[in-house]
């Protein structure tokens, strides 16, 4: 496990991009964090890493498909309804790394790795990554 304390979203964005240097591509990363946390702030920085400039939170469309990882959004969806649209078997696709905000942690593969980012302060963000097995 390690854990970084961010104290802006810059910060944040920079946490990111070191963590996906050590991605091999296939990764299935679970965000976990209250809304507002800065997920999509992490997404940004790990896209920014992996040569994606625009990263735009997948709100509304559930998934947005990069060329090199899906960032999904499951906010409003449980287990039912991953599973009705098939979104499930995204997160075994061994060619590109997934990263699902709002994960239904029972639908993962039993190796992934959990983000967790937590409000410290108004600015002060703990994230904690740590692969499961």
Partial sequence: MTTYISCS???TR???EKFAHGLKGDECIAL???MGVG???FVQGLGSALGED???SPTFSLMNAYDQFYHF???RLTAEGVLQDGMDEYF???ARIKVIEWPVIELLP???IEVKIEVMEENKRRITIERQK
């Fill in 92 to 94: 075994y696709d061994k």
């Fill in 39 to 41: 997920k999509t702030v």
């Fill in 9 to 11: 979203p810059e910060e």
């Fill in 32 to 34: 976990i964090g209250e």
């Fill in 54 to 56: 625009e990263v735009t």
């Fill in 14 to 16: 920079k946490i990111a």
């Fill in 73 to 75: 959004d499951l906010y």
């Fill in 110 to 112: 039993p190796e992934h």
